[in-house]
């Protein structure tokens, strides 16, 4: 019978290399920190009666104590979620009740917010600020670190994140996988996969320009810590300043989203061509299609370095392509790495090589939607297979292709539109900074195909009837906005998701009217 495996109290690693540094502040914690802070903020939990399973809530904007805090849930075998710091009282308290947690941690720039969530949710019962005062309610970090013992917890095992859904089709849901019971050390399937895709490995250095609250952030800055890497992280994107830290830290490893591939092409070319991509290995993109050109363009300046994949919080499969791929498979999110991929109509009849329908994954991850019985079964079939409500199709080679999401289809006088597809022709005019296409009611057509455009300089202006004539000159015309607002801004997370319910929620109440062609 072999032995069994030594049992590790520490991420393993060097403890004076920088685990996490974060630029805007210049606040950086070692390994050595990050894990002794970690043990401590978990004992302290369990002199409080925290057990594994609870569920500890993080209201924190990207600072260190994110990262201690999520380690020390991760070393707990409990479960931690984000909260984003966006949301108001009331929706983040939703969040937070609806989570079950019984510990809140956040800082003192959110504590307002933090106490009006706590007024609102009673079952929070350990409350921990970071702040250098007293709160009335809530302990101090710093002091409840300095008052507990180093020693790790007896015995450790693996916590679990449990993300909620970005809200942006609706209410949020909570996403729930099953705790391993695990020793920690043992990581999680993601922790391997990034390892083999990606290189993730000792001296990587991973740059994430987007809060820690979003999944890919916090869990691909989370495993890099499992095989010695450090993780830099912006609070929020501004595309000169990425390019300067990528050079300014070595960074070797980088992810983003295809609006911030959009805003780094149109920089000004003396910032472009000033930039040395050379120390970078692999950038990976996600969360949303990215429109060809922009990918062709990225490569021709980056290099054979960009990759992408196609996953949910979920867990329920993972589809990724590398850069020659890519190119030889132009718009695909790539082949399964985790799961089988099927496409099926609307019946759960398998669709042949070519055709479009929903995105179901076979033997990938379970999970099921908190306290929501009907979403989780609308997203499982009779076979077991699971789905994220997407839309798309399989190439003669198995690569997915996606089209867009279901639930964001526009059918304009009984012919379906994918806004994706439009979008991505918008994005690419040189006056437009970025592009939502939604459907407004008409009286004619139904739904009547609609842009909403924030410019790239609003001292560079562009009419409705130009825009409405790019399309048209690249996409049938049945697919083309028949009108077009302009914004200030859109509805964006952080992570470049849209907020298209937002946008629709309006338009329902004002639909534009059909000669509003800017």
Request: hydrophobic residues 40%; negative net charge; proline residues 8%.
């Amino acid at each position: 019978m072999s032995p069994e495996p030594a049992v590790r109290h520490d991420l393993g690693h060097d403890p004076d290399t920088v685990a996490v540094h974060f630029p805007d502040t210049g606040e950086r914690l070692t390994f050595g920190e990050l894990d002794e802070r970690s043990r401590r903020l978990a004992r302290a939990w369990q002199d409080r009666g925290v057990r594994p399973g609870d569920t500890v809530a993080l209201l924190l904007e990207n600072i260190g104590a994110y990262y201690v805090a999520a380690w020390a849930a991760q070393r707990s075998g409990l479960r931690f979620t984000p909260v984003n710091w966006h949301l108001t009282a009331a929706e983040a308290a939703y969040v937070v009740e609806d989570c079950g947690a019984t510990v809140l941690v956040g800082s003192e720039l959110l504590a307002g917010l933090a106490q009006e969530i706590c007024q609102a949710v009673p079952g929070v019962t350990v409350r921990v600020l970071v702040s250098g005062r007293e709160h009335a309610g809530f302990e101090r970090l710093d002091a409840l670190l300095a008052s507990s013992p180093a020693e790790p917890l007896f015995p450790e095992t693996e916590g679990i994140a449990m993300f909620y859904s970005s809200g942006t089709t609706g209410r949020p849901k909570g996403i729930t996988r099953e705790l391993s019971g695990a020793p920690f050390g043992t990581g999680g399937p993601m922790d391997g996969l990034l390892a083999a895709a990606y290189g993730f490995a000792p001296g990587m250095v991973l740059l994430t320009p987007a809060p820690l609250y979003h999944a890919a952030p916090l869990g691909w800055g989370m495993a890099a810590h499992r095989r010695g890497g450090t993780v830099v992280a912006m609070s929020r994107f501004e595309p000169a300043e990425m390019l300067r830290l990528v050079e300014a830290h070595a960074v070797s490893h980088l992810l983003v989203v295809p609006t911030m591939f959009v805003r780094l092409l149109k920089l000004p070319a003396e910032v472009r061509h000033g930039f040395d991509p050379s120390c970078l290995w692999t950038v990976v993109h996600a969360a949303a299609p990215c429109p060809v050109p922009v990918k062709r363009a990225m490569l021709e300046w980056w290099g054979p370095v960009i990759h992408e994949f196609y996953a949910g919080s979920e867990g329920n499969g993972f589809c990724a392509i590398g850069p020659e791929e890519w190119l030889a498979h132009p718009g695909s999110v790539g082949r399964p790495l985790l799961g089988t991929v099927h496409i099926t109509d609307d019946e759960g009849t398998e669709l042949p090589v070519g055709e479009v329908g929903t995105v179901w994954f076979e033997g990938g991850g379970r999970f099921s939607y908190h306290r929501d019985d009907a979403k989780t079964a609308a997203a499982h079939d009779t076979r077991g297979w699971s789905t994220l409500g997407d839309v798309g199709r399989l190439d003669e080679d198995g690569y997915l292709h996606l089209v867009d999401r279901r639930g964001d289809l526009i059918i304009t006088g009984g012919v379906n539109v994918y806004p994706q597809e439009v979008e991505n022709v918008l994005v690419l005019h040189p006056a437009v900074g970025d592009a939502a296409v939604i459907g407004v009611p008409d009286e004619d057509l139904g739904r009547r195909v609609h842009a909403v455009v924030e410019l790239a300089d609003p001292d560079v202006p562009v009419s409705g009837q130009e825009l409405v004539a790019y399309c048209r000159e690249r996409l049938a015309h049945f697919k083309c906005p028949r009108t077009v607002e302009f914004t200030a801004s859109l509805p964006r997370l952080p992570t470049g998701k849209l907020l298209r319910r937002t946008l629709v929620a309006v338009h329902e109440q004002d639909a534009p009217a059909p000669a509003a062609l800017g």
